[in-house]
């Protein structure tokens, strides 16, 4: 079974910069479209990004666009998502998850993804 393991979380200030990864086992992802996805405290799990399996089609939430940028390594096993100018509002429990969906295309919506990460904290300073 496919397990995602997210790292890179932490604590930094009000316009700093982060970047997350989330490492596969088990399994390359060539056939899954990946996405991050945040939960803050009292709010509901919503999509920031995610990158199609294809050829790396990239889409991010409106809140985090110019400011994130998602990535996949060449094999396949890898993403990673560099934050930067980052605010207060960004703190939250970050998690990769993958979707079994091959193409050029991905999905935000938490439904579509049937495989998670534990999640990590960031907290932003202000």
């Known amino acids: 079974q496919l397990q995602l393991v997210e790292s890179g979380g932490g604590v930094v200030q009000s316009g700093g910069s982060l970047r997350l990864s989330c490492a596969a086992s088990?399994?390359?992802?060539?056939?899954?479209?990946m996405g991050w996805f945040r939960q803050a405290p009292g709010k509901e799990r919503e999509g920031v990004s995610c990158i199609s399996s294809l050829d790396g089609m990239t889409y991010y939430t409106d809140s985090v666009k110019g400011r994130f940028t998602m990535s996949r390594d060449k094999d396949k096993k890898t993403v990673s998502l560099q934050r930067n100018t980052l605010r207060p509002e960004d703190t939250a429990v970050y998690s990769c998850?993958?979707?079994?969906?091959?193409?050029?295309?991905?999905?935000?919506?938490?439904?579509?993804?049937?495989?998670w990460g534990q999640g990590i904290q960031v907290t932003v300073s202000s």
């Open positions: 088990g399994y390359t992802l060539g056939y899954y479209a």
């Open positions: 998850a993958a979707a079994m969906m091959h193409g050029s295309t991905c999905t935000a919506l938490v439904d579509e993804y049937a495989y």
